[in-house]
Nanobody, 123 residues
């Protein structure tokens, strides 16, 4: 069992930055691939980025490539999402996700979800 708690969301102006954190409970955190998804009002939840259990491989949605960076600290059971050059279209609830596999790119593959944290980017 893994429990995920996100933090770090908020309101920021376009062009600004935010860092999201996701703290995980459970002794097997390091064996899970971690990811971030987001869901805007009226839209489906979409993949943002994922990182392998070792931190050696990362994947990004084209819409955030070059602006967002995912990282993890297995000693702290925490995964981070650094978001730079934010745009109004990045506004969404951001969800942390865990999967007992090499990567998590589809919402249907997620084993555990966090409760979500709101990110709002004003123009």
């Amino acid at each position: 069992q893994v429990q995920l708690v996100e933090s770090g969301g908020g309101l920021v102006q376009a062009g600004g930055s935010l860092r999201l954190s996701c703290a995980a409970s459970g002794r097997t955190f390091s064996s899970y691939a971690m990811g971030w998804f987001r869901q805007a009002p009226g839209k489906e939840r979409e993949f943002v980025t994922t990182i392998a259990w070792s931190g050696g491989k990362t994947y990004y949605a084209d819409s955030v490539k070059g602006r967002f960076t995912i990282s993890r600290d297995n000693a702290k059971n925490t995964v981070y999402l650094q978001m730079n050059s934010l745009k109004p279209e990045d506004t969404a609830v951001y969800y942390c996700a865990a999967q007992a596999g090499p990567a998590v790119r589809r919402a249907t593959e997620v084993d555990y979800w966090g409760q979500g944290t709101q990110v709002t980017v004003s123009s």
